[in-house]
């Protein structure tokens, strides 16, 4: 039984083009066609601002400063202010994905240290 989850009041999750776009990204097999429709989808800029954020909640689960992030990824501290909020936050999407994606990570990359034990993954 899938979970309903009311995440916005902007956010109609099940209008006909939002249930459409949440599908498109259900029916992706692998990372090729992922890497595909996200480039069809979306401008090479706003690919780029997603990874940052991703990155940027990967290293606030690991209690890194803000100014590391912020020299790290190039946000501003209210973004990552903003991610900090939400990766706290009940909905629970970013540390979803930061999970699964830290297991399945394990097994591909080789983790380099970075300042006080902190791990940095390079892609």
Same mark, same amino acid.
């Given at each position: 039984m899938e $979970?309903?989850? %009311?995440?916005? %009041? =902007?956010? $109609?999750?099940?209008?006909k083009v939002n249930n459409q776009l949440l599908n498109a990204v259900l029916a992706l097999e692998?990372?090729? =066609?992922?890497r595909r429709f996200l480039r069809d989808l979306m401008t090479e800029g706003e690919i780029e601002e997603f990874a940052k954020r991703l990155e940027a909640a990967r290293l606030l689960s690991t209690d890194t400063q803000y100014s590391a992030i912020i020299e790290s990824t190039g946000l501003s501290s209210t973004t990552i202010a903003r991610i900090s909020k939400w990766l706290k936050g009940s909905l !629970? !999407?970013?540390?979803? +994905?930061l999970s699964r994606i830290s297991n399945s990570s394990l097994h591909h990359h080789n983790p380099? %240290? +970075?300042g006080k034990g902190l791990s940095l993954t390079r892609t």
């Open positions: $979970n309903e989850v %009311k995440t916005s %009041k =902007e956010i $109609n999750w099940d209008s692998s990372k090729d =066609e992922t !629970g !999407g970013y540390r979803l +994905i380099s %240290k +970075i």
